[in-house]
């Protein structure tokens, strides 16, 4: 992959990364043909303490990348045989390197329990790499709005009794869609009874109002205290 290339995969990358929002996770996988090194002591959140050999030494886009966005290769985090880290087999030299990565945020090191290549499934000069996660997701929990209920007390106040009854008088009398006549079919009949309901509905929060949501102690609760 030339330098131009190169450039434009790491570009696109970030954008990408960029429109991730902040809470959810990432799991980054793939071919990156970059040799991260072992050196955590420069690299320090980007890497391990188990990484292998030596970075690429005119390229570590990689190592800039997990640094921008707080990213760590999970395939440096496990102490393990260096034949079970590397990935991939130089055809000339015949020694391994580790160019296939797994990458997390770095505040999601706890969900991966190990990152490790198969030896077994080893096609050529290439093996594949297996990352085994722990992951517990949190269903999304719609809030919904409290329910207002209608302050059913205050028809014991006669002025607001009188209002409600005024109120359905007028509204019984003024739309013309409710009959006085009982319907004969049982369709009709729950039409007739949704547009009563709703008359009734409405007068009810006209004249009575809505109980307000009041939070604290109540009276009860300061009498047993004090007592």
């Not at 991730?20 to 959140?45: E, M, T, Y």
């Not at 329990?113 to 297996?130: H, I, K």
């Not at 207002?148 to 109120?167: C, M, W, Y």
Request: net charge positive; hydrophobic share 35%; glycine share 4%.
């Amino acid at each position: 992959m030339d330098e131009s290339s190169k450039d434009h995969f790491y570009d696109t990358l970030r954008t990408n990364l960029r429109s991730i929002p902040c809470q959810d996770k990432i799991v980054l996988l793939g071919d990156f043909n970059a040799r991260v090194g072992s050196n955590h002591h420069v690299w320090n959140g980007a890497i391990g303490r188990h990484g292998i050999g030596n970075a690429n030494s005119k390229d570590f886009s990689l190592l800039h990348l997990c640094s921008e966005f707080d990213l760590v290769i999970t395939n440096t985090l496990f102490q393990q045989r260096n034949h079970h880290k590397a990935t991939w087999q130089h055809p000339r030299s015949k020694h391994w390197h580790l160019i296939d990565h797994i990458i997390v945020r770095h505040r999601d090191i706890k969900d991966a329990t190990l990152t490790r290549a198969m030896r077994g499934a080893e096609c050529w000069n290439v093996r594949l790499v297996r990352a085994t996660f722990w992951l517990k997701i949190r269903p999304v929990v719609c809030k919904k709005k409290p329910k207002r209920r209608l302050d059913v007390k205050a028809i014991q106040n006669p002025d607001k009794l009188a209002a409600f009854r005024e109120q359905i008088y007028l509204k019984l009398h003024s739309d013309d869609h409710i009959e006085t006549s009982i319907p004969c079919d049982r369709q009709a009949l729950t039409a007739e009874w949704e547009a009563l309901s709703n008359v009734v509905m409405e007068a009810a929060s006209t004249s009575l109002g809505f109980r307000s949501r009041k939070h604290g102690l109540t009276r009860s609760m300061l009498m047993s205290i004090n007592c």
